[in-house]
């Protein structure tokens, strides 16, 4: 079967440092995106990973390692409009079309 | 603003009734996904079109059916509504290059009372 798995929920300080994570059991897929959702908002895109490795945008990074089914959101120097859902999803192989979503992320954020 | 319109924003329509939601695509898009999303839960993939074609289908009820246009507009027709239908709905759009990368439009409120 193909399933994402992430925490429930994540709190941290501000300014600090959170990563969260997205374990993934999938036969193959093409890469790992990331989508950031404020409580009655829609989801934004945030990232994708196509390749291993490590992709940074301003106070996000994200990263993916195939060999170990694994990804993270890296948020750094936090603040509190970043308090909000993240979602991982992935496109399998042999599907061009959908992604297979994870549950979801809710981020707290403490001043 | 992703680009991406939804109308209407909210509706609230009773038991056994039929509702329309619609959804305009980012330009360039060929691609339309629509999601519900029901109180803290997840994303739930319904369906998704390209350029007027059905391409995938996800946990869409039969009540539910969809279809884009040759302007690339696209409707979520739902049916026979349930108490239990009453959910957030979105609409995204993705470029040429595959579904990686959706924007979403604000979404429809739905509530059957």
């Known amino acids: 079967g193909q399933s994402l798995e992430q925490p429930s929920e994540v709190t941290a300080v501000e300014g600090a440092i959170v990563q969260i994570n997205c374990t993934y059991q999938?036969?193959?897929?093409?890469?790992l995106s990331w989508y950031q959702q404020h409580d009655g908002g829609a989801p934004t895109f945030l990232s994708y990973?196509?390749l291993d490795g490590l992709e940074e945008t301003g106070r996000f990074s994200s990263f993916l390692s195939r060999s170990d089914s694994y990804g993270y959101l890296l948020l750094q120097e936090l603040q509190m409009k970043d308090s909000a859902s993240y979602f991982c999803?992935?496109?399998?192989?042999?599907?061009?079309?959908?992604?297979?979503w994870g549950a979801g992320t809710k981020l707290i954020i403490k001043p | 603003d992703s680009g991406v319109t939804q109308t209407p924003k909210h509706l609230i329509t009773a038991t056994g009734q039929r509702v329309t939601l619609r959804c305009s695509p980012r330009s360039g898009d060929l691609s339309v996904y629509w999601y519900q999303q029901s109180l803290d839960q997840g994303l739930q993939f319904l369906i998704q079109y390209y350029n007027g074609e059905e391409r995938a289908k996800g946990n869409i009820l039969e009540r539910f059916s969809a279809q884009q246009f040759p302007d690339l507009h696209s409707e979520l027709n739902l049916s026979s509504l349930e108490l239990g239908d009453s959910a957030l709905y979105f609409c995204a759009s993705s470029p040429p290059t595959g579904p990686s990368e959706q924007y979403f439009g604000p979404g429809t409120r739905l509530t059957v009372t």
């Open positions: 990973n196509g």
């Open positions: 999803a992935v496109r399998p192989q042999g599907s061009n079309y959908q992604l297979i």
């Open positions: 999938t036969s193959g897929f093409y890469g």
